[in-house]
């Protein structure tokens, strides 16, 4: 009989922080933009991946997060995590349970489609979150800002040539 271990990475509660804050990283600005679902898969997988994450912003010369030797140095960064970029039921779970307890709202406009805002609800449960591993998460989202006018389609090359780069080096 196993153990009832549920895995950081799938822990519901966990990515559903995420998600708040990669969400609230767009709402930052004169008028609220939103994030597409394409894109907020993007930076999820960047939350996951703080390794990944520096070799993007480098790729769109910004400026990168500084990292931790912790952070350098463990199993998640030795072995990249991409499973988040092909996961959309996950996503769409997320963004569901977000939509219906009031965190985040869809938004539709003919030029963007739909695109996800945090309502104040989530905007307060972001304020709420304050434990070391969520501060880092959104030091995080404050270095993606750095690439939030990157179009999605660049980020998603970035992200293929490092995937081919990994499978080439033998992961």
């Given at each position: 009989?196993?153990?009832?271990?549920?895995?950081?990475?799938?822990?519901?509660?966990?990515?559903?922080?995420?998600?708040?804050?990669?969400?609230?990283?767009?709402?930052?600005?004169?008028?609220?933009?939103?994030?597409?679902?394409?894109?907020?898969?993007?930076?999820?997988?960047?939350?996951?991946?703080?390794?990944?994450?520096?070799?993007?912003?480098?790729?769109?010369?910004?400026e990168r997060v500084e990292l931790s030797?912790?952070?350098?140095?463990?199993?998640?960064?030795?072995?990249?995590?991409?499973?988040?970029?092909?996961?959309?039921?996950?996503?769409?779970?997320?963004?569901?349970?977000?939509?219906?307890?009031?965190?985040?709202?869809?938004?539709?406009?003919?030029?963007?489609?739909?695109?996800?805002?945090?309502?104040?609800?989530?905007?307060?449960?972001?304020?709420?979150?304050?434990?070391?591993?969520?501060?880092?998460?959104?030091?995080?989202?404050?270095?993606?800002?750095?690439?939030?006018?990157?179009?999605?389609?660049?980020?998603?090359?970035?992200?293929?040539?490092?995937?081919?780069?990994?499978?080439?080096?033998?992961?």
């Open positions: 009989m196993p153990l009832p271990f549920v895995a950081p990475d799938r822990e519901l509660r966990l990515n559903l922080c995420n998600c708040m804050i990669a969400i609230g990283l767009s709402d930052r600005g004169k008028k609220k933009r939103g994030l597409s679902k394409d894109r907020l898969h993007v930076f999820l997988c960047l939350i996951k991946n703080p390794i990944l994450l520096n070799r993007v912003l480098k790729d769109f010369a910004a030797t912790s952070e350098l140095f463990n199993l998640s960064s030795t072995s990249t995590n991409f499973d988040i970029l092909f996961d959309r039921n996950l996503l769409k779970l997320l963004l569901r349970q977000l939509i219906s307890t009031n965190h985040v709202e869809a938004l539709y406009s003919p030029k963007t489609f739909i695109t996800f805002v945090l309502t104040e609800k989530g905007e307060a449960a972001i304020s709420s979150l304050d434990s070391p591993y969520f501060e880092k998460v959104k030091s995080y989202t404050r270095s993606m800002a750095k690439i939030s006018g990157v179009l999605t389609s660049n980020l998603y090359r970035s992200l293929e040539n490092l995937l081919a780069g990994s499978f080439q080096n033998g992961l």
